[in-house]
């Protein structure tokens, strides 16, 4: 599946450093606005134990991960929204993105440049929500002047629409993200026929300095207060110390430099996670001996769907699934063990999958 995130902020906050630990793709990371100015992309790797789990009892010949993309958006500034800083390629690439991790900077460090001059991540949230949410009152505008055109038909439904439409816009004027807003479900196809970019989903990253990574500080204590009634996540880390541990060759080392710093695993492992929940996604497995394979899929999908993703036969010619709950397929030990427990269940076209099943598919082309 092709989803994206995307990692924006003000430039200097830390966004290409994180993505270097994310990723091992060594993108600039630089003490200067738009040290990026394209897009840097990443296929980074989804930790799951469970996987590693499962492989154990099957001694597979691979092991394969499911994965995501992440886009290292270039830094917003001020202006963005009418073209400042090259602001409309940097929205514009904002708009190709299925969800948005918005990193603020907390930490002091008089050798880093910040934008504005000093540290205020509240601020600097404000600066980038006005900067999407005026690209988003210009999109809607736009929309608007159409609908309004074709409800002078009368046409219930259009002039519905109107109505939606200036709610939209109502609530992006008085500073709230569309994300914010509740609609009903021809509201909500409205909403994301227009692509706006403050209706993406968020997770909000604490950039803080190895002192404040398991506790925070005070920039982040007043940043989560700021965000408290936002549908959103907040994580902290430090992208100074994700930058040291990618560096280290060895699990051994790395585990050894996460025990001095008092953390039980790197900090980008919990932001991939939080990533793949943001994007409304679950994984499903494939257990055999050529291989133990995480499969990804969106949460609410059914059993034909989530063949699908191995290879549209499947989907097509779907006749049913054998399905091991992940906790009993562990508790068992084997596929066998699990059979003669009656612990497969076999499920039709109807059946939606759940997070953590082990599935095999029978299907017929």
Known sequence: ?????????????GKSTLFNALTSAKALAANYPFATKDPNVGIITVPDSRLDELAKLVNPQKILPTTIEILDIAGLIKGASQGEGLGNQFLANIREVDAIIHVVRCFENGNVVHVDGEVDPVRDKETIDTELMLKDLETIEKRLERLKRQAKSGNKED???????????????????????????????????????????????CNVDEEAVND???????????????PAEVILISAGIEADIAELETMEERMEFLEEMGLEEPGVNRLIRASYKL???????????????????????????????????????????????YDDYIGLGSEQAVKEAGKMAVEGKEYVVTDGDVMNFRFNV
């Open 279 to 325: 994007l409304n996604l679950i994984t499903y497995f494939t257990a055999g001996e050529k291989e133990v394979r995480a499969w990804t899929i969106q949460k609410g999908w059914k059993a034909p769907q989530a063949a699908g993703v191995i290879h549209t036969d499947f989907e097509k010619g779907f006749i049913r699934a054998e399905v091991i709950k």
């Open 1 to 13: 599946m092709a989803l994206k995130c995307g990692i924006v902020g003000l430039p200097n906050v």
């Open 216 to 230: 925070g500080n005070e920039h982040t204590e007043r940043f989560k207060a700021a965000v408290a009634d936002e």
């Open 159 to 205: 002039i519905k629409q109107v109505e939606v439409a200036e709610q939209i816009k109502a609530h992006l004027e008085s500073f709230q993200p569309a994300r914010t807003l509740s609609l009903d479900e021809a509201g909500q196809e409205l909403m994301a026929d227009m692509f706006l970019l403050t209706a993406k989903p968020i997770l909000y990253v």
